[in-house]
């Protein structure tokens, strides 16, 4: 099952580093490739001779060789690999991943990997359980990163209890769920708009809005661990260190070019014009089309290069609508082709949101009210209802965004199932 995966495996300095020999024997027998890399204090633990002769591959400890001078390049191991995983990590380890310290090649090439990273603990109970162990792997989830649960039983300090590193079958078998999940969009074309479109009035002015785009990325993320081949086409506004568009970037490596999981291309833009043109012209290859942009109704008619000046007095700006996007696209709508819609009302909108999914084409609107505590833009949560083609509202409780994704998921593969057979 793992046959032709590329795996980067990273020992650390732990006792628990005899079974990442074993560990590399499990993943050749099954066909995979393992590149190694060993951290200076990992080479006290284990030697590279074994490892390399396991792997058939040399082991890799320093940023140079030392007799060639030779480079080895952490961003090019980076995305190679299908996945890394670093098993045993050390706390101290987690600690320097959690901080973005990268003083060793097993750190830059984590810092540099696009590929899911796969973490497998072995400590002393009493480390593991320190709280500052336990915020930093809390931190590694929140960017994106999995943990494997240690095991509970004998520890090399003599004491018993939660800090072994999982036992290598167990490891085994956790990557081979982890690449094979739910496929339910395997090999489909997935369009997302997302986030808010700044229009220009001047070189320092702009019409925005608060959207924060977390509902896009959040289905982007859903729909890439299903398999789906994602264009997210995202507005400005989002902060560099946010969490979840890491997440998506890690998820859209190149990395995964062999891995079975899916794949998202990222593609920014700044205004609703762009947006459209970006849509536009993937459109006809996408099987699901979502579009759930807070696009800006109305741009300057005339943005000007200069700052405006004057303000004293006050001035005006003509609007002109902007594309509408949704609308555009529903009019080129195939009949093996699903658009999504969402709708963000201020008020109950339910007929504001089914006079929208009529006036785009829409297959399925979701709408959320302001109304509602926790939902719309910003937040991690959010509230929908769902109306599909039988235009009988649906309406969910509140719910993490990553919930929510879920939920419409659910809802694109039965209407898409409903009088054809679009999803497996
Ligand atoms: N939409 C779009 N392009 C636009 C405006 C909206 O693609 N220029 C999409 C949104 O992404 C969303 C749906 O249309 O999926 C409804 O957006 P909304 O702003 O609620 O609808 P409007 O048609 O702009 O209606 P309103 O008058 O309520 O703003």
Redesign the pocket.
């Known amino acids: 099952m793992l046959h032709g995966k590329k795996f980067i495996l990273g020992i650390t300095g732990s006792i628990a580093a005899y079974k990442a020999a074993y560990l590399t024997r499990l993943l050749k027998k099954q066909g995979a490739e393992v590149k190694i890399i060993l951290t200076p204090y990992g080479k006290e633990f284990i030697t590279p001779v074994t490892l390399a002769t396991l792997s058939d591959n040399t082991v890799l400890t320093d940023f140079f060789k030392h007799d060639d001078g030779a480079w080895n390049s952490h961003v090019e191991l980076g995305l190679w690999a299908d996945a890394m995983i670093i098993a045993p990590a050390t706390a101290n380890t987690i600690a320097k991943m959690a901080n973005g310290v990268c003083d060793n090649l097993l750190l830059t090439t984590y810092l540099s990997a696009r590929c899911p990273v796969i973490v497998a603990p072995a400590m002393d109970l009493d480390m593991f359980q320190h709280p500052a162990t336990q915020a930093n792997l809390k931190t590694l989830e929140s960017y994106g990163n999995h943990i494997i649960e240690p095991a509970t039983g004998e520890l090399a300090s003599g004491l018993e209890g939660k800090g072994r590193m999982e036992e290598p079958e167990k490891i085994v078998t956790w990557l081979e769920g982890f690449l094979k999940k739910k496929q339910r969009f395997t090999g489909k074309k997935v369009l997302i708009?997302a986030g808010p479109t700044f229009e220009k009035i001047d070189p320092v002015r702009f019409i925005g809005n608060y959207s924060s785009g977390k509902m896009g990325l959040a289905l982007a993320e859903a729909l890439v661990e299903e398999g789906a081949d994602v264009s997210l086409i995202l507005g400005p506004n989002l902060e560099v260190g946010n969490p979840r568009l890491h997440r998506v970037r890690r998820e859209s490596g190149i990395g995964n070019r062999q891995a079975e999981i899916g794949r998202i291309s990222l593609i920014h833009v700044v205004s609703?014009e762009e947006m459209?043109k970006e849509a536009h012209e993937i459109y006809p290859d996408m099987d699901v089309s979502i579009?759930?942009?807070?696009?800006?109704?109305f741009k300057p008619l005339d943005p000007k290069e200069s700052k405006i000046k004057g303000k004293e007095k006050g001035f005006s700006i003509d609007l002109v609508p902007?594309?509408?996007?949704?609308?555009e696209l529903g009019k080129l709508k195939r009949a093996d082709q699903l658009n999504i819609?969402?709708?963000?009302?201020t008020d109950e909108g339910l007929e504001?949101a089914l006079a929208?999914k009529h006036?785009?084409n829409f297959d399925l609107i979701v709408l959320n009210s302001l109304q509602d505590q926790g939902a719309g833009f910003g937040g991690d949560t959010n509230q929908i209802t769902l109306i599909a083609k039988d235009n009988k509202p649906r309406k969910f409780e509140l719910k993490s965004k990553k919930d929510v994704a879920k939920d419409i998921l659910d809802e694109i593969v039965r209407i898409g199932n409903q009088d054809q057979k679009l999803f497996p």
């Open positions: 708009t609703g459209y579009m759930a942009a807070a696009v800006a109704d902007n594309p509408d996007i949704a609308k819609g969402f709708a963000l009302e504001s929208k006036r785009k």
